[in-house]
């Protein structure tokens, strides 16, 4: 093997090592969930999580409805398509982040629409920039 060989050979070696060993590192930091305060405040009794949704007719179809009217509007973000919608007893709890305060106002008036005006908790977030 010539020496130009070599020193590439050598050189390539100690450039990987140097970039897994510091990619290892930054790895390794630990680093907190940004949901760590949200799942805090759901382990609450009061709190109302998606699992909690009804399996009955009417708060089955209510949920449907509302996911439609959310989904089919394109004006809205990823995030607000993805919100949680959580049926109880006919009463309706919104849940997750938007982008805006147009967002969660849109969101909820959809649901006042299907499930009625009292009938609505819009607990959605503002996500931050």
Do not use: W, Y
């Given at each position: 093997?010539?020496?130009?060989?070599?020193?590439?050979?050598?050189?390539t070696?100690?450039v990987?090592?140097?970039?897994?060993?510091?990619?290892?590192?930054?790895?390794?930091?630990?680093?907190?969930?940004?949901?760590?305060?949200?799942?805090?405040?759901?382990?609450?009794d009061h709190?109302?999580t998606?699992?909690?949704?009804?399996?009955?007719?009417?708060?089955?179809?209510?949920?449907?409805?509302?996911?439609?009217k959310?989904?089919?509007?394109?004006?809205?973000?990823?995030?607000?398509?993805?919100?949680?919608i959580?049926?109880?007893?006919?009463?309706?709890?919104?849940?997750?982040?938007?982008?805006?305060?147009?967002?969660?106002?849109?969101?909820?008036?959809?649901?006042?629409?299907?499930?009625?005006?009292?009938?609505?908790?819009?607990?959605?977030?503002?996500?931050?920039?």
């Amino acid at each position: 093997m010539t020496n130009i060989r070599r020193f590439t050979c050598i050189t390539t070696a100690l450039v990987l090592a140097c970039v897994s060993s510091s990619f290892a590192v930054e790895q390794s930091a630990p680093v907190p969930a940004d949901d760590t305060g949200k799942n805090v405040r759901d382990r609450s009794d009061h709190a109302v999580t998606a699992d909690q949704q009804s399996n009955s007719r009417g708060d089955v179809k209510i949920t449907r409805e509302i996911r439609r009217k959310i989904v089919h509007d394109k004006t809205l973000s990823t995030s607000a398509h993805n919100v949680k919608i959580v049926t109880i007893d006919g009463v309706v709890t919104l849940r997750g982040p938007v982008a805006s305060t147009e967002e969660k106002a849109v969101i909820g008036e959809a649901a006042k629409k299907v499930a009625g005006v009292g009938k609505v908790d819009n607990q959605l977030e503002i996500a931050k920039p």
